[in-house]
């Protein structure tokens, strides 16, 4: 998994962090909901990119 695209997913998953974060303070509940949504898609690739990488070394 080349670093840009490792790069990108963590930044999906802060990304999601902080809309989750302004979602709480602002009092959206669509904002918070969209934010984990974010989060999990994030972390999920990342948990992908780690199991193909331990597979091809």
Do not use: C, P, W, Y
């Not at 302004?22 to 690739?45: F, H, P």
């Amino acid at each position: 998994m080349s670093l840009a695209k490792k790069i990108a997913h963590k930044a999906e998953a802060m990304k999601g962090g902080a809309k989750e974060t302004t979602g709480r303070a602002t009092g959206s509940r669509r904002l918070q909901a969209e934010g984990r949504g974010d989060q999990v898609k994030g972390n999920i690739k990342q948990a992908g990119a780690k199991i193909r990488d331990a597979f091809r070394h």
